[in-house]
């Protein structure tokens, strides 16, 4: 599974760094970006749910 974060549409907000920080960080614009290439086992859950949780829908899981 993949995940990422469209940084025109991020307000860093935080949100999905908060859910799922095996995933999501802060890059060096203060937007959160995507630090892996494959979500791992056992975070695609996590991954979904913060997600879910942007206020832009910037993040995009497939």
């Known amino acids: 599974m993949k995940t ?3 940084q025109d549409l991020c307000i ?9 920080p095996e995933v999501y960080e802060w890059n060096d614009d203060d937007k959160a970006h995507a630090i892996v290439d494959e979500v791992p ?3 695609e859950d996590s991954a979904k749910e913060a997600a879910e949780s942007c206020p832009t829908e910037a993040i995009k899981v497939n």
Do not use: K, L
Request: net charge negative.
């Open 41 to 43: 086992e056992g975070q």
């Open 12 to 20: 860093s907000c935080g949100a999905c760094i908060d859910v799922c």
């Open 4 to 6: 990422v974060v469209d």
